[in-house]
């Protein structure tokens, strides 16, 4: 089956602009988070969405936001954009937020701040 | 959040076993450990994950510490597929939702 899509994959944004992220999970999957990783500060965990709803938030400014379709479709935005938030940003799906649960990465979207 | 510790690099020759070791001192008993690797420009591949028995899949085995303060991950047979970055993790709960929280990983490098 389709593993997780995230869309566009590379893409580039002018300081101040404002971006959004797609990702679709893979089917059947409930749960979706999203991932930062840059070279400085590695992999560093967004938010996660199960039925539509954020449960979990890392330590992001307000800034970063998402949301969660109906049918587990997940978006993230991210305003005012700085040069620092240029980076490779990881969706991830899964059953559900159960511990033990298998979560799977997308590709990834580039993200490059000019 | 509980960090992991791993060395920042390994070499193994191809076709010999390969052990990667990762220390997680702070880990709750509810966090499982997760195994993803990473080659460039790509997103992370699942590997294997465990909570307190070892754990063996076609890609890897998974062995956990007694005291569940570290574990080693085992290719049997390293390719040179292999060479990739190789994270340790620790599944974390919070409010019953699981987020994952990345070390720096250890870089594996294969020689034919």
């Known amino acids: 089956k389709a593993g997780v899509t995230q869309t566009p994959r590379y893409l580039i944004k002018t300081r101040g602009q404002q971006v959004t992220l797609s990702c679709s999970p893979i089917s059947g999957h409930r749960s979706v988070s999203w991932y930062q990783q840059t070279p400085g500060q590695g992999l560093q965990f967004l938010f996660e969405y199960f039925s539509e709803t954020q449960r979990n938030k890392g330590n992001f400014p307000g800034r970063f936001s998402g949301r969660q379709f109906s049918n587990s479709r997940s978006e993230m935005n991210v305003s005012t954009l700085e040069l620092g938030d240029s980076a490779l940003y990881l969706c991830?799906?899964?059953?559900?937020?159960?511990?033990?649960?298998?979560?799977?990465f997308g590709e990834g979207s580039w993200l490059t701040v000019v | 959040d509980a960090k992991t510790t791993q060395p920042n690099s390994m070499e193994s020759n191809e076709e010999e076993p390969v052990h990667l070791p990762c220390n997680h001192s702070t880990i709750s008993g509810t966090d499982y450990i997760h195994w993803y690797r990473q080659l460039p420009s790509q997103g992370p591949e699942y590997v294997i994950h465990g909570l307190t028995s070892n754990v063996n899949n076609r890609m890897a085995s998974l062995a956990i510490a007694e005291d569940r303060k570290s574990s080693t991950l085992i290719l049997h047979r390293a390719t040179l597929r292999d060479a990739a970055v190789y994270y340790c993790?620790?599944?974390?709960?919070?409010?019953?939702?699981?987020?994952?929280?990345f070390g720096t990983g250890t870089r594996l490098l294969v020689s034919p």
């Open positions: 991830a799906s899964s059953l559900g937020p159960r511990g033990g649960n298998t979560i799977y």
């Open positions: 993790i620790l599944g974390r709960l919070n409010t019953g939702f699981q987020k994952l929280v």
